[in-house]
T-cell receptor
Framework: GAGVSQSPSNKVTEKGKDVELRCDPI?????LYWYRQSLGQGLEFLIY????????KSGLPSDRFSAERTGGSVSTLTIQRTQQEDSAVYLC?????????????FGEGSWLTVV | EDQVTQSPEALRLQEGESSSLNCSYT??????LFWYRQDPGKGPEFLFT???AGEEKEKERLKATLTKKESFLHITAPKPEDSATYLC??????????FGAGTRLTVKP
């Protein structure tokens, strides 16, 4: 696609429910990143994929968070048993295309509110 | 551990008042330093990539420079539409990208 696409753009969920956030990277990009941004805060690194493998999972805040990437393309970030502190914007980015090199390009984010 | 520190946290300028934003970093094997602009409710928008000390890039009123320890984003004669949060990020040899907390810039007319 032309840009990084994320869905849903907004999600309100009840505490304790599971949520799935989807990221469709720029076509041809080999690397995919997930970040979390709380209101008024900087970007917190969560996980990075190169192809389908995740060399760096160090940023996942707890074992309630998991992510996978299939076919070297779409990625899903899953949060189980959501807590109120999980409320944030979840940003996906991709890089590694033929002409973009290692510059990462972001989607517009998925706004998660846990009530 | 790789670290990225941006200063100041917030900067208020009058229209036309030039200034600079700072990004200090410590990283093993720098592959690139990146500047992004983020408007409220939006994802970060790519501005520049710098790869080696001494490199400079320009775009409209913005100019980014890089040394071995820090990068500056110079804003010349800013306009209100330059108001945004400016993020700096470094990419190390393992390919992951670490961001600073950002500088929130407000330009008053």
């Amino acid at each position: 696609g032309a840009g990084v696409s994320q869905s849903p753009s907004n999600k309100v969920t009840e505490k304790g429910k599971d949520v799935e956030l989807r990221c469709d990277p720029i076509s041809g990009h080999t690397a995919l990143y997930w970040y979390r941004q709380s209101l008024g805060q900087g970007l917190e690194f969560l996980i990075y994929f190169q192809g389908n493998s995740a060399p760096d999972k160090s940023g996942l805040p707890s074992d309630r968070f998991s992510a996978e990437r299939t076919g070297g393309s779409v990625s899903t970030l899953t949060i189980q048993r959501t807590q109120q502190e999980d409320s944030a914007v979840y940003l996906c980015a991709s890089s590694g295309g033929l002409y973009s090199g290692n510059t990462i390009y972001f989607g517009e984010g998925s706004w998660l509110t846990v009530v | 551990e790789d670290q990225v520190t941006q200063s100041p946290e917030a900067l208020r300028l009058q229209e036309g008042e030039s200034s600079s934003l700072n990004c200090s970093y410590t990283v093993s094997g720098l592959r690139g330093l990146f500047w992004y602009r983020q408007d409220p409710g939006k994802g970060p928008e790519f501005l520049f990539t710098l790869y080696s000390a001494g490199e400079e890039k320009e775009k409209e009123r913005l100019k980014a420079t890089l040394t071995k320890k820090e990068s500056f984003l110079h804003i010349t004669a800013p306009k209100p539409e330059d108001s945004a949060t400016y993020l700096c990020a470094v990419q190390a040899g393992n390919n992951d990208m670490r961001f600073g907390a950002g500088t929130r810039l407000t330009v008053k007319p």
